[in-house]
């Protein structure tokens, strides 16, 4: 099954993201990962959701998010050319000795150290899953103590957008 | 104008055109109740239980094809509602629901009679809100019927803390509505439509398989001349009855799990089968592989996603059935159909839905009588089980509106409180008759006195056969005949509890009762309560199996 990632404009209103979840569950939809967040303005958000599932499903999945009121736009990016990012925050245990080895693989993935403790080294690191799958199992043999990973963020390339149209800014925020 | 949210929202409902209001007052709408006091316009009916109001909306809705309004109080007021919420969104039927709730100071405390009800309704409404800022009351309110009476229809919950109702605004209503997330399809894609016609115009075997969406858009005369203008046969879904004559040759009556045999038959014989506002439900599709299976299958919805949900459709056509219709219909061509129209004729002739007189009153008589008595001008509602299957086998309705009943949820319970409403709803002179099952009417008999106490006339036609009916049925052919729970043991005597409610009340035991009985109940002035004695073993049939395709049916035997 194939995964694809949703690009979805909602009001910025309470309780939307409990629509949107609440829509998935009680369909039976499957979220592979999930994030949200303000767009450039301050009455719109954006949710980055990817679903797993053939065609037919995200056709219902995508025709079910239109019925709610409080979503203005979907789009399939999955279908076009896009970039998209996660990032993850790994806290691997390190001796003082083993320190420049993992030092050595961070650099490979560009990965930065931002916390050090006495026997732990955290680092930062973004890019696609499957960078940031590596990462993870290039730290894996060190002993992996904490692990924090958001949701896929995406854009399409080159100039095209998922943003509102011009009718759709123009109206005023809704109830 | 300065005035509280609570005196601008009654102001709201009288700008939006309501007249009658079903509720039951409590703590937390107080200040509702309140400014509802001074309004000369409308009309509140206390029912005698939440869901009794929001069924009581209900039934007025899909008489008067305008927006049902209730109002219930916080807590167990609002959650009473939600098998009426439930109810209303199974069926696409407009309501807006106030609910109140305790200040906004208390919310999330566990505060007394406090219940997160936008929470628990998510999943029934079409939208809800819980309204915190009262400077958006009209915008609220305003965008609320908007919602709830376009695009496919459904219940929309507005939650009102108390403190929010008491705060003074200044108060103007918007002429518009602007929601950017919100714009129903109304015209069809104008290539699409040419498809269509084309693909009628090939077709040697079409059928029309009609459902509420036809209701919903007021489409029934449409639907007859297209009906008669491509030479097709219709047939309804449960939710679809009333939006073809009943009496029209055309008519092939309901189809599927207790569809008529010729309508089934028909389905499975069709080379295209046009869905106009129906959602190929799983009472009537039954087995997927097996339904239409010759068919092309062009499916015209309001609602997209009701298109591929279910089977997959060679022609998908997204907008209003009436407006498709319109523009449909100068691009048909005349086509001879005759020997389709034939075959239709022999199969109906062939396969007459029929049963036993044998032995006592059988269900299916009175409901025939029914007929006879009202040729279809009444309003008919019913409830849940036997009796409402029997209603739409037995019953030809003539008009749109005339069929007030539980589809998608099939909620027990429904019938004598969306009487109210109906008969709210309905013109002066015209009859509103209750057909209600033993099991049904003690689930919300308590709205007697409601009904009693606006002076409505419902007839009530009650089938007693002391036992849940449908599912004594199911369990003698799913269960081989163990029947757990679905006698009773005990029952009230209907005409005495009937008379304690000052309803004028008779009991039916033989065909000679309702032959001289009925046609007297009906025409008395005032409500009536006919308590009907049927034999217990009468099933419903013909009935599709579990797992089998509709043109595989039980028959009477």
Redesign the interface.
């Known amino acids: 099954m194939e995964k694809h990632t949703l690009s979805v404009l ?2 910025n209103s ?2 939307v993201l ?2 949107v979840a ?1 829509l998935f569950a ?1 369909r039976g939809f499957n979220i592979d990962s999930l994030a949200v967040g303000r767009t450039d303005r301050d009455d719109v958000s954006r949710m980055t959701i990817v679903v797993e599932g053939d065609k ?1 499903l995200i ?2 999945v995508t ?2 998010l ?7 736009k979907i789009s399939n990016i999955t279908e076009d050319e896009y970039v998209d990012r996660e990032l993850v925050m790994i806290k691997v245990a390190a001796e003082p000795s083993q320190r420049v080895e993992i030092m050595h693989i961070a650099g490979i993935f560009r990965a930065r150290v931002v916390d050090l403790g006495s026997k732990t080294m955290t680092f930062e690191c973004t890019g696609n899953e499957g960078k940031i799958n590596a990462f993870e199992e290039s730290l894996r043999p060190y002993g992996i103590k904490e692990l924090v990973r958001t949701g896929k963020i995406a854009m399409l390339r080159g100039s095209k957008f998922v943003a ?1 149209s011009l ?2 800014a123009r ?2 925020e ?2 | 104008m300065e005035m509280t949210v609570a005196e601008a929202l009654v102001e709201c409902l009288e700008r939006e055109n309501v007249e009658v209001v079903f509720g039951y007052p409590g703590g937390a709408v107080l200040p509702l109740y309140d400014a509802l006091y001074h309004s000369t316009r409308i009309r509140h009916v206390l029912v005698r239980h939440e869901q009794g109001g929001v069924h009581a909306a209900d039934g007025y809705a899909r008489v008067s094809g305008k927006v049902g309004v209730c109002i219930a109080t916080s807590g167990p007021g609002a959650t009473n509602l939600v098998t009426g919420i439930a109810n209303a969104y199974m069926d696409s039927v407009p309501l807006v629901l106030f609910t109140g709730q305790v200040p906004t100071i208390q919310i999330g405390t566990d505060a007394f009679q406090e219940v997160d009800i936008t929470g628990i309704t998510l999943p029934i409404t079409k939208h809800n809100c819980l309204l915190k800022d009262p400077s958006k009351l009209a915008i609220v309110v305003k965008n609320a019927f908007h919602i709830a009476s376009t695009g496919r229809p459904g219940p929309v919950l507005i939650d009102i803390p108390k403190d929010v109702a008491q705060a003074r605004i200044s108060f103007k209503y918007p002429s518009t509505v602007r929601l950017r997330g919100y714009k129903p399809t109304y015209k069809g894609h104008p290539a699409k439509i040419n498809e269509i016609a084309k693909l009628i115009g090939k077709a040697k075997r079409p059928i029309i398989y009609a459902g509420g969406g036809v209701l919903a858009s007021n489409a029934s005369e449409e639907l007859l001349k297209f009906a008669e203008a491509i030479s097709a046969p219709v047939t309804n879904t449960f939710m679809g009855l009333a939006g073809f004559p009943g009496d029209h040759p055309l008519f092939l009556g309901m189809l599927g799990l207790h569809g008529t045999r010729y309508a089934n038959l028909a389905i499975t014989e069709c080379d295209l089968l046009i869905g106009l506002g129906a959602r190929f439900d799983d009472r009537v599709v039954m087995n997927i592989t097996s339904f239409a299976p010759h068919a092309t299958v062009v499916h015209i919805d309001i609602d997209p996603a009701e298109i591929g949900k279910v089977i997959a459709t060679n022609v998908p056509l997204v907008g209003d059935v009436k407006l498709i219709l319109k523009e449909l219909l100068p691009l048909i061509e005349k086509v001879d159909r005759s020997e389709w129209l034939e075959r239709i004729k022999s199969l109906k002739a062939q396969y007459p839905l029929s049963y036993n007189r044998d032995s006592g009153l059988k269900p299916q008589f009175i409901i025939e009588q029914l007929w006879n008595c009202t040729k279809g001008d009444a309003v008919i509602v019913t409830d849940v089980g036997q009796h409402q299957m029997w209603v739409a086998q037995y019953y030809h309705f003539k008009k749109p509106r005339t069929l007030v009943s539980s589809g998608g949820l099939g909620c027990m319970g429904f019938g004598l409180p969306a009487s109210v409403g109906a008969a709210l709803a309905a013109h002066p002179g015209c009859k509103v008759v209750l057909v209600t099952g033993d099991g049904s009417i003690q689930m919300t008999i308590q709205e007697l006195a409601t009904m009693m106490e606006q002076g409505l006339s419902v007839k009530i036609i009650l089938f007693n056969n002391s036992a849940l009916g449908m599912v004594r049925q199911l369990q003698q052919y799913y269960c081989q005949g163990r029947h757990m729970a679905t006698h009773f043991q005990f029952h009230p005597d209907f005409e005495i509890l009937a008379k304690a409610y000052g309803i004028p009340a008779y009991t039916f035991r033989t065909e000679e009762d309702v032959i001289k009985g009925l046609p007297e109940v009906l025409e008395s002035p005032g409500p009536a309560f006919v308590n009907c004695i049927i034999p217990p073993e009468e099933n419903v049939l013909p009935m599709v199996p579990i797992g089998k395709g509709i043109s595989e049916t039980i028959e009477c035997e």
Not at chain 1, 66 to 72: A, G
């Open positions: 909602v009001e309470p309780g409990t629509r609440g009680r037919p056709e219902q025709k079910q239109h019925k709610l009121i409080d979503v203005i509102l009718a759709q109206e005023a809704s109830a």
